[in-house]
C-alpha cells in the first residue's frame, strides 16, 4: 500500500517529462505533413504495439514496406529494417522527410511546428530544429509497453500454462533466441533472412546491402523484437505473411532449416503471445 501512495505522489506531483509530452502532441499533429492529413499516429498506433494492420505503410503516398512498432523501440541497437540508423533521434528526424511518410522539407516543418514556440522555449529555453526530434525522442522514452504475462511469470507473479512453458522451451530449444534475445527479443543485431535457403521467396527490399553495398549483407536484415509481435500482424519486412503461426513456421524452414510440426507451432506461438504487454502509460494519460 505504501509503495502504490509513493508512486501515486510521483505522477501527479512530476507527472511525465515535460519534453515527453510535448513529444507526444508532435506525434499526434497532422498539420506536421505535406498534406496535413497524416501524423506519426497513423502508421504508429497504440492498438497495434506502435506498429500499424496495413501490409505497407500508406502515408503521403503508398510505401513498400511494413510498419515497425515503437513499444520498447528506445532498447534497440539500431532502427529501421535494415538498421540504418544506430541514433533513435535521427530515425525520428528521418521520419518527417520520407517522401511516403511524411514528405516534409526543413522550411516546412519549422514553419508547422511554430505554434509550438512558446512551448519550446518554456522547455528548453530557446527553440531549435533539433529540439523537435529530441521531445518525440523523450516521448519515445515513456513508450514502454511492462507487465506482459512473460515478465510477471520471471516474477513469480503467474504461471505460464503447459502450451506457453513448453512454446518457450521450444523458442529456446530451436535455436529462435540465437536471434531474438535480449530485452526484446530481437532488436539488437543483424541477421540474414533465409540463411538455410538458396533462394527465397520473399522480396528482396532494403536490405543492409543497399546501404553498405556489400554482397554479404544482402538479405540482411535487423532482427525483428517479438514483444507484442501478436499485436502487430501482418509479418516480415514486405508485410506478406498475415498469421504469425505461419510466420513462426517459415521461421523455422528460412532460419532454423527445420519442418515446426503444428503442435510445436502452436505452443510456440502461445508464448509468444505471452509477450504482450501493458499500454505505456503515457498514451492513456497526460494529454
Ligand atoms: C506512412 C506511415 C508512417 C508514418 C506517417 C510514420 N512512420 Fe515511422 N515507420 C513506418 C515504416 C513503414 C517504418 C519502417 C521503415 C523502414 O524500415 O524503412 C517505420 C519506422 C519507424 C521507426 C524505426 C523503428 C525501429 O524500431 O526500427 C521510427 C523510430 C519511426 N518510424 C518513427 C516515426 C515518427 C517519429 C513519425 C512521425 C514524424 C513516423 N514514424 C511516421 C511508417 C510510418
Ligand atoms: C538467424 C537468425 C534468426 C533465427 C534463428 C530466427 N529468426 Fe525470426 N527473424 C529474423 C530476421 C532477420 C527477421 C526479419 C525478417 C524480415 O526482414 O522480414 C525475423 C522475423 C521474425 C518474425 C516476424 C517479425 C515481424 O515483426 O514481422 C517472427 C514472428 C519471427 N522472426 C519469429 C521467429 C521464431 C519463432 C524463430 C524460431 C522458430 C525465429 N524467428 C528464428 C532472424 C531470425
Not at 509530452?21 to 498539420?31: I, N, Q, Y
Not at 511494413?66 to 539500431?78: A, E, H, R
Request: some cysteine; hydrophobic content about 40%; glycine content about 8%.
Amino acid at each position: 500500500m505504501r509503495g502504490i501512495v509513493l508512486i501515486f505522489i510521483v505522477v501527479f506531483a512530476f507527472g511525465f517529462n515535460k519534453k515527453a509530452l510535448l513529444g507526444k502532441e508532435l506525434f499526434f499533429d497532422k498539420d506536421l505533413s505535406l498534406n496535413k492529413k497524416v501524423s506519426c499516429e497513423s502508421c504508429h498506433k497504440a492498438k497495434y504495439a506502435g506498429g500499424d494492420d496495413k501490409r505497407v505503410s500508406v502515408g503521403i503516398k503508398r510505401g513498400y514496406v511494413n510498419s515497425l512498432v515503437l513499444f520498447n523501440s528506445v532498447f534497440n541497437c539500431c532502427y529501421f529494417w535494415n538498421g540504418r540508423r544506430f541514433s533513435l533521434r535521427k530515425a525520428i528526424k528521418d521520419a518527417f522527410f520520407n517522401s511516403y511518410e511524411m514528405g516534409m522539407t526543413k522550411e516546412l516543418l519549422l514553419k508547422r511546428v511554430s505554434k509550438y514556440k512558446i512551448k519550446f522555449i518554456k522547455i528548453y529555453g530557446d527553440f531549435k530544429e533539433e529540439y523537435i526530434y529530441d521531445a518525440i525522442y523523450y516521448f519515445f522514452k515513456e513508450l514502454i509497453s511492462l507487465n506482459s504475462k512473460f515478465d510477471k511469470s520471471l516474477r513469480g507473479e503467474v504461471n505460464l500454462t503447459k502450451s506457453e512453458e513448453r512454446g518457450y522451451f521450444l523458442f529456446k530449444k530451436y535455436g529462435c533466441i540465437t536471434c531474438h534475445n535480449g530485452i526484446n527479443f530481437g532488436g539488437n543485431s543483424f541477421q540474414k533472412l533465409g540463411v538455410f535457403l538458396d533462394k527465397i521467396t520473399i522480396p528482396r527490399i532494403e536490405d543492409l546491402a543497399t546501404i553498405t553495398k556489400r554482397k554479404s549483407d544482402i538479405y540482411v536484415y535487423r532482427v525483428p523484437i517479438l514483444r507484442n509481435i501478436a499485436k502487430s500482424a501482418p509479418y516480415f519486412h514486405d508485410g506478406s505473411v498475415k498469421s504469425l503461426k505461419k510466420a513462426i513456421i517459415l521461421m523455422g524452414e528460412w532460419n532454423i532449416g527445420i519442418k515446426i510440426s503444428d503442435k510445436d507451432a502452436n505452443d510456440i506461438e502461445a508464448f509468444l503471445k505471452t509477450l504482450n504487454g501493458e499500454e505505456p502509460k503515457i498514451l492513456k494519460e497526460g494529454r
